[in-house]
């Protein structure tokens, strides 16, 4: 049995990725509703001015503050969904620690986004004004209803609400069991032997005489075939040529 060496290929769950997209879209929202309060930023200003004209409250200081809040606070509601769309693509990696960081960052992000909407339910920009002499809550909140065009808050409250459920969603996806295997660590998994691969001997046990190993298979000679000795001298026949073969006797001189 052989561990292998490479990390096997995990699958994302489709809930994860939906989760990546629903984060995503929830920066895009937020995108959209700074890009609506820096348009409405100078209309904001004016509608608070008139509110308090007239008012032992100082206008401008007022309209100052609120302007600072609501586009500090959109700023701020953009960086954490900056920061949330980062964690997502971590998330599709299969970080465990993006996934916690995003419940954290995104439970914080719930907060602000319900807050917010509870707030704009409630009547929207409430000085208390009323009883100081400024004017009160409706009052302001007519100012502003002339002063910003008719589709500003709905539209406002409508990008509010999706980002809302969208971010619920996301949080409860990664949260659901079919998720944790894949934010798991991955384990080393097995491979089969591979043919024609070498693999570690098992050790010798102590105590047991060890075997001389073969230097190979002996040698044999290079020509091939063995050569023979000469057979003795007197075995071999003479030199002479037979008589009985034509043209060996010298002829008679007689």
């Avoid at 996934?99 to 914080?108: D, Q």
């Avoid at 089969?192 to 073969?214: E, I, K, L, V």
Wanted: charged share 10%; net charge negative; glycine share 12%.
């Amino acid at each position: 049995m052989v561990d292998s060496q490479s990390t096997p290929a995990r699958q994302r769950p489709s809930i994860v990725s939906i989760s990546s997209y629903l984060l995503f879209l929830f920066l895009a929202l937020q995108v959209i509703s700074l890009i609506i309060t820096l348009s409405t930023f100078g209309k904001t200003r004016d509608a608070l001015r008139a509110a308090y004209e007239g008012s032992s409250t100082d206008g401008d200081q007022v309209a100052d503050v609120f302007a600072v809040i609501g586009i500090g606070g959109s700023v701020v509601l953009l960086l954490l969904a900056v920061v949330l769309g980062v964690l997502a693509l971590f998330n599709n990696q299969g970080r465990n620690g993006a996934r916690i960081t995003t419940w954290i960052v995104g439970g914080i992000m719930v907060c602000c986004v319900g807050g917010g909407l509870l707030s704009n339910a409630a009547g929207g920009f409430n000085t208390g004004g009323g009883s100081t002499g400024g004017p009160s809550p409706e009052e302001i909140q007519s100012r502003l209803e002339e002063a910003l065009p008719s589709w500003v808050t709905p539209v406002s409250l409508l990008l509010g609400v999706l980002s809302l459920i969208a971010l619920i969603t996301a949080l409860v996806l990664l949260a659901l069991p079919k998720a944790n295997p894949f934010f798991r660590k991955p384990t080393a998994g097995w491979e089969p032997p591979t043919p024609g691969a070498s693999y570690p001997g098992h050790p010798q046990a102590p105590g047991q005489p060890g075997y001389p190993q073969a230097s190979g298979e002996p040698g044999y000679p290079s020509s091939g075939v063995p050569s023979y000795p000469p057979p003795p001298a007197a075995d071999r026949p003479d030199d002479t040529p037979p008589t009985d073969r034509p043209g060996s006797t010298p002829p008679s001189t007689s």
